[in-house]
C-alpha cells in the first residue's frame, strides 16, 4: 500500500511529457485480437489498466515481447481461449473491449461484468444490441458475460445513449462481420479515432470515425502493423490545471492541441494563458481564477474526465461557479473530500454549486476513483501545507509516472508505503 505526501503551495514550472491515451490504449490492445499475427504498439502508457490488459492477452495465448518502457510487440497468432478470467477482467471497465474482439474473431467470448471505478451503473445494454445486431447471442449469468455467434453478418444500429465503450466494442466485432455495418449515434472523440485508424492499419474498412455514422464494410483477414497510441488528453488536461491552480508555467510536450480545445477554452475563460505549437502547449496564470459554468457532455463537449480536476481549481475562482454533471451519476463523491480542505460546494443531483474561497487547507484525503484521485493531488498541490492522500492505487491506473512528472515540475510530492494493517482514517 502507498500513499502521496505532498507539501503544497509552490507553483509548477518547467517541461512535462504526456503519454499515450488510456482509453484508446485499453481499447487497441484487445484489437490485436483481430490481427492473428504481430502488432508493434507504440506510445503505450506505463499504467496498471494497460499491464492488467497485457496480462489478459498473455493468459489467452498471446506471446508479449516489450520492445521498451512504452513499447510492445504483441503476437496473437495462437491464440485459442474465448474466456477472459473473472479475477482480471474485474479489475478494470475496459476489460469488456475483449469481448468484441473476441467474439469478431472466434464467434465467442466471455469477460466479468465490468469493474473500474464505481461511478456508477455502467450497463452494457448498448454493447449486447450491438452484437445482437450483427447476429450474435448473448447471456449473463454468475456476474459473467457470454456472447456467441455461429456468423457474424453486418447490420445497422442506432445507439440509445451515446457510449463510448459501445461504439467501440461494435467496431471491434464488426470489422470481420460480412457485409456493411452503419453505426449511429455513435461517440466521437479521440480515442474512437484512434482505434479505427489502428484497426484500417490492420485492413479494417472503417469511415466516418469521429463523426455522428460510422461505416464498417467488413473483411476476411486483418494482418498485424506497427501503430503509435495518440496523446493522452485527461493527463495533458490535469497538467494544464496543475499549472493553473498553482499560479505556475509548464509547457506540455506530446500532445494534439485540438484535442485540448474543450478543456483549453474554460481554462482561458478562467483567467489562464494558453499557448499552442506543434505537438506542444503552454499553459501559464498571473492573475485571480474566474468563476465558470461548465456542463460534461459527449465529445467535442467538455469530458467528464476533467470534471474533479477542474472542479478542485473552481474552488479557488472568486466568485459562484456551477458544475453539471451530464454523463456519471457518482462523479461528486470526491466533493466531502474538498469540504475537508475548506472548499464551500454544495451539490444536488447532478449539480454542484462552487462558492471560491481564498485557500484550501491541508487535509488527510483519499482517492475514491481514477480522476477524484487525480484531483485530490491538484488540491494538495495548490493548499499551503501537507496533505496526505489514500488509496493512490486507483491514480496509477491512468496517469504514468505521476509523482515522477510532478517532481520534475518543482512540486514537493513523494511516494509513502503504509502497512496494509494499518487504520483507516474515518470515512
Keep these: 500500500m502507498e500513499k502521496f505526501v505532498i507539501r503544497g503551495g509552490k507553483a509548477l514550472s518547467g517541461d512535462v511529457v504526456i503519454g499515450g491515451a488510456k482509453n484508446a490504449a485499453v481499447a487497441i490492445l484487445p484489437a490485436t485480437i483481430l490481427a492473428a499475427d504481430k502488432c508493434l504498439i507504440e506510445n503505450l502508457p506505463c ?34 481461449c474465448t474466456e477472459v478470467s473473472n479475477e482480471l477482467s474485474r479489475q478494470m471497465r475496459a476489460s469488456y473491449y475483449f469481448l468484441g474482439a473476441l467474439l469478431g474473431r472466434f464467434g465467442a467470448g466471455q469477460v466479468a461484468m465490468p469493474g473500474g471505478c464505481n461511478l456508477g451503473p455502467r450497463p452494457i445494454d448498448q454493447h449486447l444490441k450491438a452484437f445482437t445486431a450483427l447476429g450474435a447471442e448473448d447471456s449473463v449469468e454468475y456476474g459473467m458475460i457470454r456472447v456467441r455467434s455461429n456468423h457474424l ?79 493522452d488528453q485527461i493527463e495533458a488536461g490535469s497538467y494544464m490545471v496543475a499549472a493553473a491552480i498553482t499560479k505556475g508555467d509548464v509547457m506540455l510536450h506530446n500532445v494534439i492541441p485540438k484535442h485540448m480545445e474543450p478543456i483549453t477554452a474554460k481554462l482561458r475563460a478562467a483567467g489562464c494563458q494558453v499557448e499552442e505549437f506543434d505537438d506542444s502547449m503552454r499553459i501559464t496564470r498571473t492573475g485571480a481564477l474566474k468563476p465558470l459554468k461548465i456542463k460534461t457532455m459527449p465529445h467535442p463537449g467538455f469530458p467528464t474526465d476533467m470534471q474533479p480536476l477542474m472542479t478542485v481549481l473552481l474552488c479557488l475562482a472568486e466568485g459562484t461557479s456551477i458544475v453539471t454533471e451530464g454523463i456519471w451519476e457518482n462523479r461528486f463523491r470526491y466533493v466531502d473530500e474538498l469540504i475537508r480542505m475548506g472548499a464551500s460546494i454544495q451539490v444536488d443531483g447532478q449539480v454542484a454549486v462552487i462558492e471560491g474561497v481564498k485557500q484550501l487547507m491541508p487535509a488527510p484525503l483519499r482517492a475514491l476513483d481514477l480522476r477524484a484521485g487525480a484531483a485530490m493531488v491538484m488540491a494538495a498541490l495548490a493548499a499551503d501545507g501537507v496533505s496526505e492522500i489514500d488509496e493512490t492505487v486507483h491514480i496509477e491506473r491512468g496517469y ?23 487504520v483507516t482514517r474515518a470515512m
Excluded: W
Excluded at 490488459?53 to 503476437?75: C, F, H, P, V, W
Excluded at 504514468?400 to 494499518?422: F, M, S, Y
Design 400 to 422: 504514468e509516472n505521476i509523482v515522477e512528472k510532478l517532481q520534475g515540475l518543482g512540486a514537493d510530492i513523494r511516494r509513502v508505503d503504509t502497512p496494509v494493517n494499518a
Design 47 to 80: 499504467i496498471s489498466d494497460v499491464m492488467a490488459s497485457l496480462q489478459i492477452l498473455s493468459e489467452l495465448g498471446a506471446s508479449i515481447r516489450m520492445i521498451s518502457k512504452n513499447t510492445y510487440e504483441i503476437d496473437t497468432t495462437h491464440i485459442d
Design 153 to 231: 453478418t453486418g447490420g445497422h444500429v442506432f445507439f440509445d445513449t451515446v457510449s463510448v465503450g459501445a461504439t467501440m466494442n461494435a467496431m471491434l466485432a464488426a470489422v470481420k462481420a460480412e457485409g456493411q455495418t452503419i453505426l449511429e449515434n455513435v461517440a466521437r472523440e479521440p480515442h474512437i479515432v484512434d482505434l479505427a485508424n489502428c484497426l484500417n492499419m490492420m485492413g479494417a474498412d472503417i469511415h466516418g470515425a469521429g463523426t455522428d455514422v460510422i461505416k464498417i464494410r467488413g473483411v476476411k483477414e486483418l494482418h498485424g502493423c506497427n501503430y503509435s497510441i495518440i496523446p
